[in-house]
């Protein structure tokens, strides 16, 4: 959710309804209409400085079906598929390989610290929640197998079906390629292109058309794929993703958009999805407030994250 779901931008210390006095230029357009719209669907509470992309973003949805953002508006509750194609929309999808380094090399040390025990033949389980296009699982799955692990299993997890679907694609383009450390470089491999798949036997896949300006030129590794799996879940829901209880679970960059009474629900379902002993890694910063009974937080200088130390 990772994306509006996993974006690179400066944290914001309270997120809100926009102010009477913002609203004064969009008075051609209810956005707290749209705003609770969204907080009811999926929990995110839209900031100020994000209105004039919020509201394109609605326009854009209206327009491509033919209507206005008023026939839109009522049109949502007949149409589960233009419902998702909003919230798609809505949704920042952006994130990248390798975001925060040290995060990584504390699941590694974790996974480390598992294999040493008795228990080699349970799979060491993961969840990347709000996990955007994959680009966090995907470098977690790279990281491992680049230490030699191979009984691991990651899930991604997004609100965005279109997020979820080019996770699973699993192709990006080579600003994203640049990002990644040499020892994970073995994990990717180039896309064919549609004529060179035509005269080959291979089984890649051709390079799909996407409306970014922007074409992915290569994929991760089949080898990889095994290990990790993506779902669309939205994390105000009650039902967990997975009955698997998890080793760690990474939620990072996605809390701040949620209201407090709000993120203590989260983070109280995350805590009880997650093993005795396990871990919840937020980003620095977040949820500063929660003090629960059966998590303490870890002394870190760099990774903000809470060991489970009871049921």
Not at 90 to 108: A, C, N, T, Y
Request: hydrophobic share 35%; aromatic share 10%.
């Amino acid at each position: 959710m990772n994306k509006l779901t996993k974006a690179d931008k400066k944290p914001l210390s309270t997120v809100e309804f926009a102010s009477s006095n913002s609203l004064m230029q969009y008075d051609h357009f209810d956005v707290q209409k749209w705003q609770k719209y969204i907080e009811k669907e999926i929990g995110f509470v839209l900031p100020d400085i994000q209105l004039q992309w919020f509201i394109n973003a609605i326009e854009c949805v209206a327009k491509s079906n033919g209507s206005t953002a008023e026939q839109l508006w009522y049109n949502l509750p007949k149409d589960n598929e233009l419902r998702q194609r909003l919230l798609d929309k809505v949704l920042i999808h952006e994130s990248r390989f390798f975001r925060h380094k040290p995060s990584i090399d504390f699941v590694i040390k974790c996974a480390s610290q598992y294999r040493t025990v008795d228990n080699n033949k349970a799979l060491f389980r993961i969840w990347s929640a709000g996990c955007a296009s994959g680009q966090e699982a995907w470098s977690l799955a790279m990281s491992l197998s680049a230490q030699q692990f191979s009984n691991y299993s990651i899930l991604g997890t997004d609100v965005s079906e279109e997020a979820i679907k080019n996770a699973r694609l699993g192709q990006y383009d080579k600003r994203q390629q640049c990002l990644i450390p040499q020892l994970c470089q073995q994990f990717i491999q180039p896309l064919l292109t549609k004529s060179e798949t035509n005269n080959t036997n291979d089984s890649l896949s051709p390079t799909p058309e996407v409306n970014d300006s922007i074409q992915p030129n290569w994929q991760v590794e089949p080898k990889l794929r095994p290990h990790v799996s993506f779902s669309v879940h939205n994390i105000i829901e009650k039902t967990p993703p997975t009955a698997h209880p998890q080793h760690v679970i990474i939620c990072q960059n996605m809390l701040l958009y949620f209201r407090k009474f709000d993120q203590r629900d989260i983070l109280t379902r995350l805590a009880e999805q997650c093993t005795l002993g396990g871990y919840i890694i937020l980003a620095p910063g977040e949820a500063l407030f929660w003090r629960p009974s059966n998590m303490r937080r870890i002394a870190h200088p760099q990774v903000n994250v809470w060991q489970k130390i009871s049921a």
